[in-house]
């Protein structure tokens, strides 16, 4: 019988840097958290999935910026309860 995978939530920081693409000057920058919900053993692919479409909003956009997103923790939230 198939068993459905345990959903589990992950806390994520990241940070944003967005840049001018003409000279590489920093435009703006921000740390931010993001509850990530996920069944997968890496749940860094659903952040990533997440994180990527938000950039992709944004570079549609503003097509002459550049967009980097990093996460730079994440941890199991549930394990925490």
Same mark, same amino acid.
């Given at each position: 019988?198939? +068993? $459905?995978?345990?959903?589990? &939530?992950? !806390? /994520?920081?990241?940070?944003?840097? *967005? $840049?001018?693409?003409?000279?590489?000057?920093? *435009? =703006?920058?921000?740390?931010?958290? !993001?509850?990530?919900?996920?069944? #997968?053993? &890496?749940? /860094?692919? =659903?952040?990533? #999935? *997440?994180?990527? &479409?938000? $950039?992709? +909003? /944004? !570079?549609? #956009?503003?097509? &002459?910026?550049? /967009?980097? *997103?990093?996460?730079?923790?994440? #941890?199991?939230?549930?394990?925490?309860?």
């Amino acid at each position: 019988m198939y +068993e $459905r995978p345990q959903v589990k &939530n992950y !806390l /994520y920081n990241y940070s944003v840097v *967005i $840049r001018d693409r003409d000279n590489d000057n920093v *435009i =703006d920058e921000w740390e931010a958290e !993001l509850v990530v919900q996920s069944s #997968k053993k &890496n749940s /860094y692919e =659903d952040f990533w #999935k *997440i994180a990527s &479409n938000m $950039r992709n +909003e /944004y !570079l549609k #956009k503003n097509r &002459n910026h550049s /967009y980097t *997103i990093e996460a730079t923790v994440s #941890k199991d939230i549930d394990e925490e309860e």
